[in-house]
């Protein structure tokens, strides 16, 4: 079995930073793509990005040039760099990874979620 546990949420003012850490654990031979989503009350959840095992990035136009998505593949953990927030950007983010496990087989795991409050 494979989690996904983010960290890293919390309140902060609009224009400031926040670093949220998603960290894989369990029976991993190796995770494909890994991505950001997030959900704010009442819209559907959206992609914010994604990276690929070779670190091939895509970010959504909403984001471009305020977030940053990095992986280190050693500890099986996803980042994503949140700069100049905004209100609009606050909303529960969840990691989610592409996993093949020890055995073989292939599925998306996510995360719980952290939850982004921009806010002065």
């Known amino acids: 079995q494979v989690q996904l546990v983010e960290s890293g949420g919390g309140l902060v003012q609009p224009g400031g930073s926040l670093r949220l850490s998603c960290a894989a654990s369990?029976?991993?031979?190796?995770?494909?793509?890994m991505g950001w989503y997030r959900q704010a009350p009442g819209k559907q959840r959206e992609l914010v990005a994604t990276?690929?095992?070779?670190?091939?990035?895509k970010y959504a136009d909403s984001v471009k040039g305020r977030f940053t998505i990095s992986r280190d593949n050693a500890k099986n953990t996803v980042y994503l760099q949140m700069n100049s927030l905004k209100p609009e950007d606050a909303a529960v983010y969840y990691c989610k990874g592409r996993v093949v496990t020890i055995a073989r087989s292939q599925y998306d795991c996510w995360g719980q979620g952290t939850q982004v409050t921009v806010s002065s």
């Open positions: 369990g029976s991993i031979f190796s995770i494909n793509d």
């Open positions: 990276i690929t095992s070779g670190s091939t990035t």
